[in-house]
């Protein structure tokens, strides 16, 4: 073992951003004549203590030329100047050759750093390096896909794709996502054909839409309660009547027992609202009744409870307000928090608004934990890329579509197949989109 106070050694400290380097620099200073005691990994603060960078301190001594003890322990490093190979990297090389060189330059350094011996500090300057090694890695494939779709948006076939895209008005995001998946899916050959690529592209939108299971009753006990809230003048309070339309229409369809639909509004702000819910209400032999507080929507429930023939669903129409008004949002929230209240809630908005507006509307009405979103008004639109755009990225399905002025028929279940076939410009084959998403539709 090394004793400075025999030798009249002094141990010594030299900082650096990696071992490797701290190692050069001895090398370079004292030759074979220095030992590494110890060293350890630490952050050092930056400015104003923001911007905290990595540092080694490596703890070493200088050896007295005419003495010398017996071997340094495990803990002791002695080793020859490193030789280091830079790793092999090229932007243009597949991503495949890129891992592989990475992966073998990792397996040499672990080598030379671990030997046949391994301790705490070998574990996390492992796992330091392979953190950033894999950071490397991505910043490359992301820097490939970026070159790759540089160099092919200039080919005939994409900037069509693009166009199509832009004219179906989905967001920026949406296009570079499907430019990426046209690189790594695609050779260059086969990018140039039309047919081909708008074929799989359109199979792609098909699968970013997400299909709520269609509502039905939890149990045969309890009344279903359904709920719609939304901005302003998004037509939540005709999608109620529809919903209570089509719920007695398929109770005849299937020859069952007609219903018991009890319908109520809680929008105190709307001029007329009450007095519209309750035109459809008697045209269906059907009451509304109208809630301005919780108290008041709790003794209704509880009242409902009490009659005769057993309440199956209960549609509740709501206000609605401007996406940014978070105080009224948020009393409506407190209004409909009713104790032991188990309910469906859907978020209504209308096809045609703007990408950035329908972010907003998905964000402040998050709190009422929406099961899924009914989109309106589809009849007023040629274009639904906005809306389709922002769900795949919100992560949120879809489950009822409104298209048209006729309560009977104008409430629908929404489908992927139904989207793709309003697609502008593109080539839809109707049997194949049919038979890949049917299944699906089935099942949802």
């Known amino acids: ?93 597949a991503r495949g050759g890129i891992v592989q060189d990475f992966t073998a330059s ?55 794709i693009n166009e199509l895209l832009q004219a179906n008005e989905f967001s920026q995001s949406f296009i570079k996502r499907i430019n990426d998946r046209i690189c790594k899916e695609f050779t260059v050959e086969d990018s140039q054909d039309f ?34 809230v939304g901005p302003t003048g998004v037509g939540k309070t005709t999608t109620i009547a529809r919903m209570a339309v089509n719920l007695v229409r398929s109770a005849k369809q299937k020859k069952t027992e007609i219903p018991s639909i009890k319908m109520l509004t809680v929008d105190k702000w709307r001029l007329g609202a009450y007095e519209q819910l309750l035109h459809f209400a008697q045209a269906m032999n059907m009451s509304v009744d109208k809630a301005e507080s919780t108290e008041d929507l709790q003794e209704l429930l509880d009242s409902y409870k009490n009659e005769k023939k057993a309440v199956d669903y209960i549609l509740i129409d709501t206000s609605g307000y401007s996406p940014n008004d978070y105080e009224n949002i948020g009393k409506l929230r407190s209004l409909i928090d009713v104790k032991g209240l188990q309910s469906d809630i859907y978020l209504a908005m209308m096809a045609g608004s703007k990408a950035s507006d329908i972010e907003n509307i998905i964000r402040n009405y998050e709190s009422f934990d929406y099961r899924s979103v009914i989109i309106t008004k589809c009849d007023e639109t040629s274009a639904f890329g ?20 006729d309560v009977l028929h104008s409430l629908r279940k929404a489908s992927a197949e139904s989207f793709l076939m309003k697609l502008t410009g593109f080539q839809v084959n109707k049997e194949h989109i049919k038979e890949k998403f049917s299944s699906e539709n089935e099942n949802a």
């Open 386 to 405: 906005n809306v389709l755009s922002v769900l795949y990225e919100k992560n949120k399905p879809v489950s009822l579509i409104t298209d048209g002025q």
């Open 195 to 228: 047919e081909k690529v708008q074929a799989a592209v359109v199979d792609w939108i098909g699968e970013s839409i997400s299909i709520a299971p269609e509502f039905s009753k939890k149990n045969k006990k309890d009344p279903h309660v359904i709920i719609i």
């Open 106 to 160: 990792r397996d040499n350094l672990l080598k030379q750093q671990l030997g046949n011996n391994s301790s705490v500090t070998n574990v996390l300057q492992v796992a330091q390096l392979t953190k950033k090694l894999e950071k490397i890695d991505e910043k490359l494939e992301s820097l490939s896909l970026n070159q790759q779709s540089a160099t092919r948006e200039e080919s005939p076939v994409i900037k069509k």
């Open 1 to 93: 073992m090394y004793n400075s106070e025999k030798i009249g050694a002094i141990p010594r400290v030299i900082e650096g951003s990696s071992l490797p380097e701290c190692q050069s620099a001895l090398w370079e200073k004292y030759g074979e004549s220095f030992h590494i005691l110890d060293w350890k990994t630490s952050l050092k603060p930056g400015i104003l203590g923001f911007f905290q960078k990595e540092v080694v301190t490596v703890n070493y001594i200088v050896e007295d030329k005419f003495e010398r003890f017996s071997t340094p322990t495990q803990n002791q490093l002695q080793m020859k100047k490193p030789s280091y190979s830079p790793v092999p990297v090229s932007v243009s090389s």
